[in-house]
């Protein structure tokens, strides 16, 4: 039972939509319809306050470390670990208080990844890092977000860590492909596809992207 309600725990904490209740706050605004349209801290930047990233950044990582930290100090073994990260990254991706709009996850993941398995995380902010150098963050951060299960298999930790970190890459991509948003009706719906999966947004351009965002404000 106390897996259980960590598990469930860990969701409701992490579908709190911080960036959503932040935007809303300092700008009055619903980040659904500003910028990229994601309920995060990037969107933040873009689009309502960029004093207030950080403190949004760094709740949505305490979100995501909370569930697997209070796993460890109640004694609970990995499968109940690796669950209660799956279960915060799923919270916010799709969250009830957003009717099932969210963000990402990547912050989460990163929340996830510093209580079970730091090595991932190391991988994963030194590919972030090269993608931020050569100016292609969306294509590296995905490449870190898939590292990460092959550094856990490769550091030998345990098969549930492995597969919880394969299950949260899969649910920060399916988000990727979903938005929150189907593509436009006119859209060519496979380039959108490629286009999601690669870039995190609909169109390879990311300024006529965001000015769609602004346009539609």
């Known amino acids: 039972m106390r897996a259980i309600r960590t598990i469930i725990g860990s969701y409701l904490i992490a579908s709190v939509p911080v960036a959503y209740l932040t935007a809303r706050l300092l700008s009055g605004i619903d980040l659904r319809e500003h910028g990229s ?4 801290a990037s969107n933040i930047w873009q689009s309502a306050s960029k004093p207030a990233v950080v403190p949004v950044g760094l709740a949505e990582i305490g979100q995501g470390l909370l569930g697997p930290a209070v796993a460890i100090v109640s004694g609970l073994g990995p499968g109940a670990q690796a669950a209660a990260g799956v279960a915060a990254v799923a919270g916010h991706n ?3 208080l957003l009717r099932f709009a969210g963000g990402r996850g990547v912050a989460h993941a990163i929340g996830v990844m510093l209580a079970i398995s730091r090595q991932a995380l190391a991988a994963f ?3 972030s ?3 931020v150098r050569v100016r292609a963050i969306p294509q590296f951060v995905g490449l870190g977000v898939l590292s990460a299960p092959v550094v856990a298999k490769l550091t030998r930790q345990p098969a549930e860590i492995v597969a919880g970190l394969a ?3 899969a649910l920060i991509f399916a988000k990727r492909l979903m ?3 189907p593509p436009a009706p006119d859209a060519h719906r496979g380039r959108v596809l490629v286009n999601r999966l690669l870039y995190d947004r609909d169109t390879s351009d990311r300024d006529i992207w965001l000015a769609r965002g602004a346009a539609q404000s």
Do not use: F, R
């Open 37 to 40: 349209g994601n309920v995060g």
């Open 167 to 169: 299950a949260i890459a």
């Open 125 to 127: 902010i030194v590919i």
């Open 129 to 131: 890092l090269i993608g």
């Open 94 to 96: 799709w969250s009830p």
């Open 179 to 181: 938005a929150n948003e």
